[in-house]
Structures are given as structure tokens and as C-alpha cells.
């Protein structure tokens, strides 16, 4: 039997997130011995989408698959180049759209990646049980191991997905919030659940954006123009560690760390 290391980072955050991935990415790949590593870049182009450069900066720190979520569209430069990048979009937005909602890392043991979005609080999309089952019974024929993105809002939807997809995925971890959730487990037939990674970027402002705006919103309940908050980083993820043959998770650890 023998195993492999998947490293999960949550939502990077412009330009603190990048930094943070850059400068520390490389280290943190080798001090957990990571085979392959995934990296949620909705909100690396300030705050809002990604852009090409954005993307090539995430690569160059050593993530082999970007996922994405509600922010998919938000920079117009994506078009250019999500069909041919190991960048994939929810896999239950309308169908036609460009991009792909499940992506193969090729290695010794291929890994299978999948994005989904969640449907409550969120835009409308398609539903995303269906859609994620239909994309692991297709993703299953190329990769034992499989880790499935739920870029979603509420808790209960979350941990649904999970439940509804275990023993058929590796892990099911949760983004979009940008809070770091204590629920990571292992559940009954094998697969790692975690509600939500967390954000990789600026931890002084409200979800990564400037504090003052975001409260003025709340506060006098007018528009407001956001922008990334700065300071200090943060780094969350996830590692997993799972069976390469029956594509069971061993292990899930939470990484928390400052910067
Ligand atoms: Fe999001």
C-alpha cells in the first residue's frame, strides 16, 4: 500500500494571497512532503477572478491545478486562456460556457480534480449533487484519488456534499467563505471533509477586502467600492494524505500559518 500528500490551499487572496503563496508555497510543499498541490485563485486578481498573470504566478510557486468558484467571470482575462490552463470553473454552470469543471494531474498516480458551486446564498447554478456525481463517475475510469472543491456558503449544503459523495472521492473540502473551519474528518467509507479551508491573504480586513467600505456597507447600507485589504498574511490549507490504490484519505491536517 502506499500513499500520497495532497495539498489543498484556500482562496488566495490578491496581492498579500499571491505574495504569501510565492515566497512561502515552495517551503511548505517540501516540509510536508506534498506530491500535488491545489490552489483555489478566485479571488488572486484583486480580490475578484484571475487574471493570466495571476495565474502564471500561482503556478510558478508550485501548484499543478488552480480551482475557481463564484468569481469564475469577474476578469475578463480569463477567457483567454481557461481552456487551455489546468484552471477549472464549477462544473454545474450553464452548460456551453468555456473552461472545464474537472481536470486529471498527471503523475505516477494521476489525480482527479473537480469544482463545484453550492446553490444556497450563492447565484443560481445547476444542481450541484447531480452535476458532481455525473463528473466522479467520469473522473473515476482516470483517477483513483479525486478531491472535490465545494465552493459554497452554507455549512449544511457542505457537509450534504460530502455526505452524498463519500466513499466515492478522496476528500470533499469546502471554499468561498474565507473562515477556517475546526471539522475536518475522516467520514464512515473513507472520504476527508473539511467545511472550509480558509482564505490565503490579508487577515486584518473583512473576508480579505478593506475593513472601512465593508463596514460602511453594513452600517449606512449604500454601495461602496471594495479593495483588498493589506498587511499582515495568512496561509490555510489542507493536507491530505490518501490510499493511491482504493483512493481512500488517511489523514486530513489543517495549516494555519502566519506571515
Ligand atoms: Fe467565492
Known sequence: MSNINILFVGDVFGRTGREVLSQNLPEILKEYNIDHCIVN???AAHGKGLSMQCADE??????????????????????????????????????????KGYYVIDGPCPVGV???????YMEPCDNPF???????????????VIIVDFHAEATAEKAALAYYLDGLVT??????????TADERI????????????????????????RTAVINKFVRCIP???????????????????????????????ISLDY
Not at 483567454?80 to 450553464?94: E, K, L, M, T
Not at 458532481?132 to 473515476?140: Q, W
Not at 476528500?171 to 477556517?180: M, R, S
Request: aromatic share 6%; net charge negative; proline share 3%.
Open 41 to 43: 485563485g478566485e479571488n
Open 58 to 99: 500561482i503556478f510558478a510557486a508550485g501548484a499543478d491545478c488552480i480551482t475557481m468558484g463564484n468569481h469564475t467571470w469577474d476578469n475578463n482575462d480569463i477567457y483567454q486562456f481557461i481552456d487551455d490552463y489546468a484552471v477549472i470553473r464549477p462544473v454545474n454552470f450553464a452548460e456551453g460556457l468555456p473552461g
Open 114 to 120: 473537480l469544482s463545484v458551486q453550492g446553490r444556497v
Open 130 to 144: 447531480e452535476s458532481a456525481y455525473n463528473a466522479v463517475m467520469n473522473l473515476r475510469s482516470e483517477a483513483s
Open 171 to 180: 476528500a470533499v473540502v469546502g471554499t468561498h467563505t474565507h473562515v477556517q
Open 187 to 210: 467520514l464512515e467509507q473513507g472520504t476527508a471533509f473539511i467545511s472550509d479551508v480558509g482564505m490565503t491573504g490579508p487577515h486584518n480586513g473583512i473576508i480579505g477586502m478593506d
Open 224 to 254: 461602496q467600492k471594495f479593495r483588498p485589504a493589506e498587511g499582515k498574511g495568512k496561509l490555510h490549507a489542507v493536507v491530505i494524505k490518501a490510499d493511491t490504490e482504493t483512493g481512500r484519505a488517511e489523514e486530513i491536517k489543517r
